[in-house]
C-alpha cells in the first residue's frame, strides 16, 4: 500500500499525539506517583510502598517520551530545530528534573539512614513535578504563540527568554498538566494499595479530580475569551514541497476555535476531557479505582488532543511573525521518511504494546508494607 503525501502528514500528526498521550498514561502516572510521595507517605515502608506500585515499570513507561521525541526529530524536523532551540533553557530544566529519577530509584535503598532516603524522596518529587509542570507550561505557551521567526534560508531565531514562557496563561496550562497527571498517580495508587495508602489516594483522587476539572475549564474560558489564535489565509496545497514561508496567517480572535465548528465530532476531546475526571473521582469514591484509572487515561486523551484538535494544523506558532509558523503540511520530513517510518511503527508498535501489556500482567497486584519488607530491596 502507498499512502499519499498528504495522508502520510496527517497519519503523523496522529502518531505523534498517540506518542504523547501513551507518554502521559503510562510515565504520567509514575509522575503522579512521584508528586504525590511527599504528601501522602507518612513513613518510610509507606514511600517505599508507593515507589514499589510505579518500581518495575518507571523505565519502560519513560521510553515514550525518548519515543515521542524521536518522532518529532525525524517527522517534524524543522519543529525539533525551532523548538528545541527557542525553549532550550526550559527543555534543560526538564532534562536536569528527569535526572534525579533514575538516581532516586536505583539508590534511595542502598542505605537505610532516614536523611539519605528523604533527600532521594526529594529527588523523586522534584524530577516528577517540574516536569509535569514544565509539559503543561509549554502547551500554553505553544497556545499563544512562541516569539521566533524564520530567515530566508530557514533558519529559526527565538526573540524570547525563558522567564517571558511563565506567563500566566501558561503556568494555569501547566497547573492542568500537574493536577491531570497526580490525578492519574492517585487513582493508580488507590488501585495498587490497601488500607490508609489506598483511603488516602482516594481523597487525593478527589482534590486532584476537582482541581483537574476547574483549570481545564478555566483554561477554555480564557483561550476563549483572551487570546487570539492563528488562522491560515493563504497556503499551498498540502502535497506540495514544504515551505514554511510559503503561507499567510492571520492572528485572529476565535481562531482556535474554527476547528470545532468546521467538524463538531471534534468536540468530543473537549467533553471527554471534561468527563474523564468527573467519572474517576466518582469511580474512586465507590471504591472501582480500576474504572477510576480507565477514566483519567480517557481524560488525558482528551485534554492532550483538546490542545491538538484546536492548534490544527499548526505545530508551532510564531506570535512576532505568524506567516513562520509551522504547520503540520509545511514542517515534515520527505514523503519517504514518512513512509519508511510509517511501516516501522506499524510492525513495532503492537509488538512494544503487547509486551508492555504482558508486563504489568506478571507484576499485577497489591503493594503491601509486608511485601516491602519481606520481598522488595531495590526500592
Same mark, same amino acid.
Given at each position: 500500500?502507498?499512502?499519499? *503525501?498528504?495522508?502520510?502528514?496527517?497519519?503523523?500528526?496522529?502518531?505523534?499525539?498517540?506518542?504523547?498521550? =501513551?507518554?502521559?498514561?503510562?510515565?504520567? %502516572?509514575?509522575?503522579?506517583?512521584?508528586?504525590?510521595?511527599?504528601?501522602?507517605?507518612?513513613?518510610? $515502608?509507606? &514511600? &517505599?510502598?508507593?515507589?514499589?506500585?510505579?518500581?518495575?515499570?518507571? $523505565?519502560?513507561?519513560?521510553?515514550?517520551?525518548?519515543?515521542?521525541?524521536?518522532?518529532?526529530?525525524?517527522?517534524?524536523?524543522?519543529?525539533?530545530?525551532?523548538?528545541?532551540?527557542?525553549? *532550550?533553557?526550559?527543555?534543560?530544566?526538564?532534562?536536569?528534573?528527569?535526572?534525579? &529519577?533514575?538516581?532516586?530509584?536505583?539508590?534511595?535503598?542502598?542505605?537505610?539512614?532516614?536523611?539519605?532516603?528523604?533527600?532521594?524522596?526529594?529527588?523523586?518529587?522534584? =524530577?516528577?513535578?517540574?516536569?509535569?509542570?514544565?509539559?503543561?507550561?509549554?502547551?500554553?505557551?505553544?497556545? #499563544?504563540?512562541?516569539?521566533?521567526?524564520?530567515?530566508?534560508?530557514?533558519?529559526?531565531? @527565538?526573540?524570547?527568554?525563558?522567564?517571558?514562557?511563565?506567563?500566566?496563561?501558561?503556568?494555569?496550562?501547566?497547573?492542568?498538566?500537574?493536577?491531570?497527571?497526580?490525578?492519574?498517580?492517585?487513582?493508580?495508587? #488507590?488501585?495498587?494499595?490497601?488500607?490508609?495508602?489506598? #483511603?488516602?489516594?482516594?481523597?487525593?483522587?478527589?482534590? %486532584? =479530580?476537582?482541581?483537574?476539572?476547574?483549570?481545564?475549564?478555566?483554561?477554555?474560558?480564557?483561550?476563549?475569551?483572551?487570546?487570539?489564535?492563528?488562522?491560515?489565509?493563504?497556503?499551498?496545497?498540502?502535497?506540495?514541497?514544504?515551505?514554511?514561508?510559503?503561507?499567510?496567517?492571520?492572528?485572529?480572535? =476565535?481562531?482556535?476555535?474554527?476547528? @470545532?465548528?468546521?467538524?463538531?465530532?471534534?468536540?468530543?476531546?473537549?467533553?471527554?476531557?471534561?468527563?474523564?475526571?468527573?467519572?474517576?473521582?466518582?469511580?474512586?469514591?465507590?471504591?472501582?479505582?480500576?474504572?477510576?484509572?480507565?477514566?483519567?487515561?480517557?481524560?488525558?486523551?482528551?485534554?492532550?488532543?483538546?490542545?491538538?484538535?484546536?492548534?490544527?494544523?499548526?505545530?508551532?506558532?510564531?506570535?512576532?511573525?505568524?506567516?513562520?509558523?509551522?504547520?503540520?503540511?509545511?514542517?515534515?520530513?520527505?514523503?519517504?521518511?514518512?513512509?519508511?517510518?510509517?511501516?516501522?511503527?506499524?510492525?513495532?508498535?503492537?509488538?512494544?504494546?503487547? @509486551?508492555?501489556?504482558?508486563?504489568? @500482567?506478571?507484576?499485577?497486584?497489591?503493594?503491601?508494607?509486608?511485601?516491602? #519488607?519481606?520481598?522488595?530491596?531495590?526500592?
Amino acid at each position: 500500500m502507498i499512502l499519499d *503525501y498528504e495522508t502520510l502528514k496527517l497519519i503523523w500528526w496522529l502518531f505523534v499525539g498517540v506518542l504523547l498521550v =501513551g507518554f502521559a498514561i503510562t510515565d504520567g %502516572m509514575d509522575m503522579g506517583v512521584g508528586n504525590l510521595l511527599l504528601l501522602m507517605g507518612r513513613s518510610d $515502608d509507606e &514511600r &517505599r510502598v508507593m515507589i514499589n506500585t510505579v518500581g518495575p515499570h518507571w $523505565d519502560g513507561n519513560q521510553v515514550w517520551l525518548v519515543t515521542a521525541g524521536g518522532a518529532l526529530f525525524a517527522a517534524w524536523p524543522a519543529v525539533y530545530a525551532a523548538a528545541f532551540s527557542g525553549l *532550550y533553557f526550559a527543555m534543560l530544566l526538564v532534562l536536569f528534573a528527569l535526572f534525579f &529519577r533514575p538516581l532516586a530509584f536505583d539508590y534511595r535503598s542502598k542505605f537505610t539512614d532516614p536523611r539519605w532516603r528523604r533527600m532521594w524522596d526529594w529527588g523523586l518529587f522534584i =524530577g516528577s513535578a517540574v516536569p509535569a509542570l514544565v509539559f503543561g507550561v509549554a502547551f500554553g505557551n505553544l497556545l #499563544q504563540g512562541v516569539p521566533f521567526h524564520l530567515d530566508e534560508f530557514l533558519r529559526p531565531y @527565538y526573540t524570547g527568554s525563558f522567564w517571558t514562557l511563565l506567563n500566566p496563561f501558561a503556568l494555569l496550562a501547566g497547573l492542568v498538566s500537574f493536577a491531570m497527571l497526580t490525578l492519574h498517580g492517585a487513582i493508580w495508587l #488507590q488501585m495498587r494499595t490497601e488500607g490508609v495508602l489506598a #483511603q488516602r489516594a482516594r481523597s487525593w483522587v478527589r482534590v %486532584m =479530580g476537582l482541581v483537574t476539572l476547574v483549570s481545564f475549564i478555566a483554561a477554555g474560558i480564557w483561550l476563549a475569551l483572551g487570546h487570539e489564535g492563528f488562522r491560515i489565509l493563504k497556503a499551498p496545497p498540502p502535497d506540495a514541497i514544504p515551505n514554511p514561508l510559503g503561507k499567510t496567517v492571520a492572528i485572529v480572535a =476565535g481562531a482556535w476555535f474554527d476547528n @470545532y465548528k468546521a467538524l463538531p465530532w471534534t468536540l468530543a476531546f473537549p467533553l471527554l476531557g471534561i468527563v474523564g475526571p468527573v467519572l474517576a473521582i466518582l469511580f474512586s469514591k465507590g471504591n472501582r479505582p480500576g474504572l477510576g484509572f480507565a477514566a483519567s487515561a480517557f481524560g488525558i486523551l482528551g485534554i492532550v488532543f483538546t490542545a491538538a484538535v484546536s492548534m490544527f494544523p499548526f505545530i508551532l506558532p510564531s506570535s512576532t511573525n505568524p506567516g513562520s509558523s509551522l504547520t503540520v503540511w509545511d514542517a515534515v520530513s520527505s514523503q519517504r521518511t514518512l513512509t519508511v517510518m510509517f511501516w516501522a511503527v506499524v510492525i513495532l508498535l503492537p509488538i512494544v504494546i503487547a @509486551y508492555t501489556s504482558w508486563n504489568y @500482567y506478571k507484576m499485577w497486584g497489591k503493594v503491601t508494607t509486608k511485601d516491602v #519488607q519481606e520481598r522488595f530491596s531495590a526500592y
